[in-house]
Structure formats: structure tokens, C-alpha cells
């Protein structure tokens, strides 16, 4: 199994709601990671979890939580967006983490979100 | 900051042609990899290249990297409409972990 998936599709939320993006993978990979990617854009790195511990964040403003429960899932947790956060956020995973700058990156479809 | 930036932004062409993207980047490299995105899904790793290597081939794929001039380019021969989609070149800084930086990208347009 090389897929990593990504729940939902599609989300649309409002500014004051809670809502969470879900990502999993069983390729028994140890990094997985969150981008977020605007239109026409490259995807930029927000979180990096390596070994189930939160090896980089980019500065990511608090309203964006990530969590990884575990080797497979990785979640991230959404509270009190602004419609600047609408964009498509992709989840992926590598084999190695920290010890791979030759890691290749698989990468779920994203979840398409529109902040309202 | 993105790391690299590629030319064209944009590139339209008929099947059969063969298309050429660049990535220019700024610091040393252990090695460059290239990424593909249909639109609005997922990226798909397409190759690697090491800092010690000039040149790679994966079926129609030809990349070459100048670690002279910090560039690399991505050759598709023989493009299909297939082919349409967003070509993303990556680098890997070691900032405590790994990070990944991908150039702006170049969307390609194959004309059937």
C-alpha cells in the first residue's frame, strides 16, 4: 500500500468553528508531514513530525494544531481561521525523517478548505 | 523563501514536442528532486538527483544538474496531453530536520 489519504475532500468552515483535517498512511513510514499550498503557488512546509514527535514547525500561527497519535495518522486541528487560511493543505510521508535528505515524499490528494 | 525558482512560470506545446523546465536554487544541495502535480491533487515524486551525479534518465525523463551554476532542468521528450501539469523542482535544507523546499513551479499545457 503506497497511498496516503487524506479526510476530507472538501471543507468549508466559518471563522469561529473547530474542525480537524485527517491523514494516514501505512507504508510503516516514520515522517509525515502538512503543506499548505495556495492557488498557483509551491507547497510550503507547515509541520514535520518525525518518529511520532514534532521535529519542525514553520512558524505556524497557534489557530493550526498538529498532532500525530500515531506512526499512521496525523491530524491537524483547525480553530479560528481567517479566509486567508483557505487553501488546499497536503499531508505526506517519507521513510526516514530526520536522517533522510534523500527521502522521497508521498504525498495524499489534500483536502480542499474554504474558510468562510 | 523558496529555495528554488523555476522558468518558464508557463509552457504551452504540442504532443510529440519535448518540453524543458529550469530550477535555479540558492544553497548547497546534497541532492534535487522533482516533483508532478496534476491540478488540484497531490504531488508525485519523479526523480532524484545527487549532488555528485549530471545527469539521470527515468523513461522520458532527462534531468541534468550544474551544481556550478546551483541549476538544474527537466527534460519530457515526446510529451502527451497526459504530461499537462505542474512540475515542482525540491531541495533539502538541514535545519534540525529536514525541510523541504519547493521552486515556484512551472505549469506545463500539452496540446492534443
Known amino acids: 500500500d503506497t497511498e496516503v489519504t487524506q479526510t476530507p475532500k472538501h471543507l468549508v468552515m466559518g471563522m469561529t468553528n473547530k474542525k480537524s483535517l485527517k491523514c494516514e498512511q501505512h507504508?510503516?513510514?516514520?515522517?509525515m508531514y502538512w503543506y499548505k499550498q495556495k492557488a498557483k503557488k509551491p507547497p510550503e512546509l507547515m509541520f514535520v513530525?518525525?518518529?511520532?514527535?514534532?521535529?519542525i514547525n514553520e512558524s505556524v500561527p497557534s489557530r493550526f494544531s498538529p498532532e500525530c497519535p500515531n506512526s499512521s495518522l496525523l491530524n491537524l486541528h483547525l480553530h479560528a481561521l481567517q479566509p486567508e487560511d483557505s487553501a488546499l493543505y497536503l499531508c505526506?510521508?517519507?521513510?526516514?525523517?530526520?536522517?533522510?535528505?534523500?527521502?522521497?515524499?508521498?504525498f495524499g490528494p489534500g483536502t480542499r478548505l474554504t474558510v468562510l | 523563501s523558496q529555495q528554488g525558482e523555476e522558468d518558464p512560470q508557463a509552457l504551452s506545446i504540442q504532443e510529440g514536442e519535448n518540453a524543458t523546465m529550469n530550477c535555479s536554487y540558492k544553497?548547497?544541495?546534497?541532492?534535487l528532486q522533482w516533483y508532478r502535480q496534476n491540478s488540484g491533487r497531490g504531488l508525485v515524486h519523479l526523480i532524484l538527483?545527487?549532488?555528485?551525479?549530471r545527469e539521470k534518465h527515468s523513461g522520458r525523463l532527462r534531468v541534468t544538474l550544474d551544481t556550478s551554476k546551483k541549476s538544474s532542468s527537466l527534460l519530457i521528450t515526446a510529451s502527451r496531453a497526459a504530461d499537462t501539469a505542474s512540475y515542482f523542482c525540491?531541495?533539502?535544507?538541514?535545519?534540525?530536520?529536514?525541510?523541504?523546499?519547493f521552486g515556484a513551479g512551472t505549469r506545463l499545457f500539452v496540446k492534443a
Open positions: 507504508m510503516g513510514h516514520r515522517a
Open positions: 505526506a510521508s517519507s521513510q526516514q525523517g530526520l536522517a533522510g535528505d534523500t527521502d522521497t515524499q508521498y
Open positions: 525540491a531541495t533539502v535544507r538541514n535545519t534540525g530536520g529536514f525541510k523541504t523546499i
Open positions: 513530525y518525525s518518529y511520532e514527535k514534532l521535529s
Open positions: 538527483i545527487r549532488s555528485n551525479e
Open positions: 544553497t548547497s544541495i546534497n541532492n
